[in-house]
């Protein structure tokens, strides 16, 4: 008992001399670390874990992990696919996880609380372009006869006027015409109510202060959420007619031939914002260097997808369709991933930006994409007062988070990963794009000036009309 | 005469001798492998005929085909992790040598989990809920059998509560577990904690109903004996109540093991927890030529996972049981 008494002690001894030893070494060491330390300091946090949605534009954060990007910058990455963006949504909230590939509306949306009200930031664009509009092949038919044909073969862009007498039909017959979309705040509720009212079909109203969040008041066309995956299959049960959803579950209707994309959302709006990379600002404030970090590594992801002319995607591809990730047939997701785009069955066209994942400045959060966005909300009732051009500024400006971005940017220009020609002058950016002029109707946005851009249509709530 | 006495000992010496076991051998190992051969059989030609958007119906060799595949992908995934961690002890010893003052941490293998550690997720997670629900429901039900006072108070709220599927609890669990279970430093995840709560509170009932029948059915001459001896509360309980209802509580308690498996797979898919249920639902969203077959895989692992849980409980339940002569299937 004495005797074990004793080895105790002694133990306890050497423990204490070597915490001892150990802590003069550290003390010593201090001065040397601090001279020797980055500009940038080491993450706050290493072990991360982030979410996606099953859809070929994840794919920054997967090239971002199986390419290392991550590890160099000290993190240890998790990976984990969410059921919907509801789901993924809530999760960053709660803290189960860290950041997440979002839809561009969804930290805008959180951040003036439509839906859930919580405060998301981006510092980070993940793509442009990637969607595309499906309709079923009986609906095909129908619009067909409406589209004009050169040599055969449809001529794109195809409008929804080809798709207007359709739905006018359904409506005379007294049946709804039903379409699915991702998520009420998503890029692709807005592309698809824009490509519908641009045809003169109307989309529908929101109208949350008298809590109808249907999004179906005096609609031509009601549409309903269905979670990306899953769209190919509600099509196919004729619950919904047609969808708008990102890759590759437009290639899937066609692999499956229950289905026609009818139109891309590069036709809709040329080289328009897709997802972001969202995280919680409070996650943001206290961890600003794993921030950064983040930011560095998926910038230098974008960069490889869109390297020598789109020459990685097949490798991209290929990784996207692991079952870890994306998980559809190698086929599928080339379709699009590799510059091209299958319309109707056999009509391959090229579409060299269908996705962009870095030139055109792609990943830099400019303040007139978020701006667009508010005015998408704004335009179908989500956001229900009248706003001032400042009102969209200032929450642009809390959402876009392009500071941290160039702080990113820099580091990686500073350690020669990347050219600093191939981002925005920082120093002069003001965040607004110039002018764009590529939609389908051809009416032009102005980032600067919101209200009067909701003025140009024809279709939707004024810059002063309330329901 | 002779001749037919000598054939019939003969016959009945063959009959004691050999037919039992002819029968048994049939009865133990040839019946069950004719059903499982009838259903490969009858599987593989349904299969041909149902043509789904992803192609065929997996049959039994595409399915065998996908578990192969997903033992490669374990071995592949393992092989990864091996590189994970030397990378990660090469960047630790950079970092340290920089700057000495950095204590190197061994982070855990970031990648996807394999189809085996899903399972093992599930396994660990129904456990760990299944516990936590026998832990109240036993000593609750005792005291229902025991006093009638109690079990009429309780038993509106059993009723009320046990027809609850998950897909109610989970949005409350979730919503109540993001809340309230909040640490800089958790030792659980809050998926597991959401997954193993639900999983309580479906397999709570069925054991806390079986013990207090149980408890409530005890033989009349065992309370008399515990009467004259005059045991005090608790050995009355230890000594009495307990040996005679354990029968019924393992019944109880198999029920909701059968119960909470299931639950656990649908709050799985549901919430997006990992594990087993999280397979399936992946699978599903994947889309892919092979995703049905891959999740034929997990139905088949479900369901044998499902099947040897029961039978652990039943050996367990003949082990504790104290009547050996009762007949448990």
């Known amino acids: ?16 001399l070597r915490i001892g030893v150990v802590s003069t070494v550290l003390s010593g060491s201090f001065m040397a670390a601090h001279v020797s330390a980055e500009e940038l300091g080491w993450a706050e946090k290493e072990e991360l874990k982030f979410g996606f949605i099953k859809l070929t534009d994840m794919a920054p954060l997967a090239i971002a992990y199986e390419k290392g990007y991550f590890e160099d910058e000290g993190l240890y990455v998790t990976l984990e696919a969410q059921a919907n963006w509801k789901v993924l949504l809530d999760r960053v909230i709660d803290g189960q996880l860290d950041g997440a590939h979002m839809l561009a509306g969804q930290p805008l949306g959180a951040t003036i ?83 519908l009212a641009a045809g003169g079909i109307h989309p529908g109203y929101y109208s949350p202060q008298t809590g109808d969040t249907s999004g179906q008041i005096s609609a031509d066309a009601l549409l309903s959420v269905t979670p990306p995956p899953q769209m190919p299959a509600t099509m196919e049960a004729g619950t919904i007619y047609g969808y708008c959803v990102g890759e590759p579950w437009n290639q899937q209707a066609v692999f499956k031939g229950i289905g026609v994309p009818v139109v891309t959302d590069y036709e809709i709006w040329k080289n328009n914002p897709e997802k972001v990379f969202g995280v919680s600002k409070g996650w943001a404030d206290k961890y600003p260097n794993t921030h ?32 870890q990730y994306v998980g559809a047939d190698y086929e599928v997701i080339a379709n699009s991933m590799t510059g091209t785009f299958e319309y109707e069955k056999g009509d391959k066209r090229d579409v060299p930006d269908f996705n962009v994942f870095f030139r055109y400045n792609a990943t830099y959060p400019f303040y007139s994409d978020a701006i667009w966005y508010l005015t998408q909300m704004r335009r179908w009732g989500q956001i229900s007062e009248p706003k001032s051009d400042s009102w969209y500024k200032d929450i642009a400006k809390q959402v876009y988070r392009p500071d941290i971005y160039a702080q990113a940017a820099k580091a990686l220009i500073k350690e020669g990963k990347a050219n600093a020609k191939d981002f925005p002058q920082f120093a002069s950016e003001t965040g607004f794009k110039s002018p764009q002029t590529h939609f389908i109707d051809n009416i032009v946005y102005d980032g600067t000036a919101p209200n009067a851009y909701l003025d140009k249509f024809a279709i939707g709530l004024k810059s002063d009309s309330k329901l | 005469m002779t001749k037919q006495v000598a054939a019939l000992t003969i016959l009945h010496q063959v009959k004691d001798a050999n037919l039992p076991n002819i029968g048994k051998v049939l009865g133990n190992l040839a019946l069950p492998l004719i059903g499982i051969v009838l259903f490969l059989g009858l599987w593989s030609v349904m299969a041909k005929n149902i043509d789904t958007s992803l192609g065929k119906f997996p049959g039994p060799a595409a399915v065998w085909e996908q578990t192969i595949g997903l033992i490669d992908e374990h071995a592949a995934q393992m ?112 998926s597991f904690v959401t997954s193993a709560v639900t999983v309580s509170l479906c ?72 594990g087993l249920g999280k397979f399936v639902w992946d699978e599903f969203q994947n889309g892919s030529s092979e995703s049905l077959a891959r999740i034929m895989v997990a139905v088949l692992t479900i369901g044998v996972i499902g099947f040897v849980l029961d039978r652990l409980m039943l050996s367990l339940q003949k082990k504790v049981s104290w009547d050996k002569n009762a007949v448990l299937r």
Not at chain 2, 126 to 143: D, K, Q, Y
Not at chain 2, 228 to 252: E, M, Q, W
Request: hydrophobic share 45%; proline share 6%.
């Open chain 1, 1 to 16: 008992m004495a005797n074990k008494q004793l080895l105790k002690s002694l133990k306890l001894a050497v423990k204490s």
């Open chain 1, 113 to 195: 609380g439509y839906g859930t009200k919580a405060d998301i930031i981006t510092a980070f664009s993940m793509d442009l372009n990637g969607n595309a509009i499906t309709v079923s092949n009986d609906i095909w038919q129908q619009m067909k006869k409406h589209v004009p044909h050169v040599d055969g073969k449809p001529v794109h862009p195809i409008k929804a006027d080809a798709l207007k007498p359709v739905v006018d039909d359904f409506k005379s017959k007294g049946k709804p015409f039903k379409m699915g979309m991702v998520f009420p705040v998503s890029t692709h509720n807005y592309e698809l109510r824009y490509w």
């Open chain 1, 292 to 323: 950064i970090r983040v930011v560095k590594a998926m910038i230098r992801a974008a960069m490889w997808l869109d390297e020598n002319n789109n020459a990685n995607r097949p490798e991209a591809v290929k990784i996207l369709s692991k079952s």
């Open chain 2, 79 to 190: 092989d990864k992790a091996d590189k994970f961690y030397a990378r990660q002890e090469e960047r630790n010893a950079a970092r340290v040598a920089q700057n000495p003052s950095y204590v190197a941490k061994t982070r855990a293998f970031t990648g996807a989990p394999t189809f085996f550690q899903q399972i093992w997720t599930s396994l660990y997670t129904v456990m760990v809920g299944f516990i936590v629900a026998s832990l109240l429901a036993i000593p609750i039900g005792i005291i229902c059998g025991l006093s009638k006072q109690a079990y009429s108070a309780i038993n509106p709220l059993i009723q009320l509560f046990k027809p609850v599927s998950p897909l109610a609890w989970l949005p409350l669990v979730t919503m109540v577990v993001s809340a309230v279970y909040v640490s800089t430093d958790p030792m659980f995840s809050k």
């Open chain 2, 203 to 274: 397999c709570l009932w069925p054991t806390l109903i079986n013990t207090a029948v149980g408890v409530s059915a005890i033989d009349k001459d065992l309370l008399n004996v515990s009467k004259v001896l005059r045991l005090n509360a608790l050995d009355h309980v230890l000594k009495i109540v307990i040996p005679s209802s354990i029968p019924a509580i393992f019944t109880g308690l198999r029920l909701s093991l059968g119960i909470g498996w299931m639950v656990l797979i649908a709050a799985e898919m549901l919430a997006q927890n990992p």
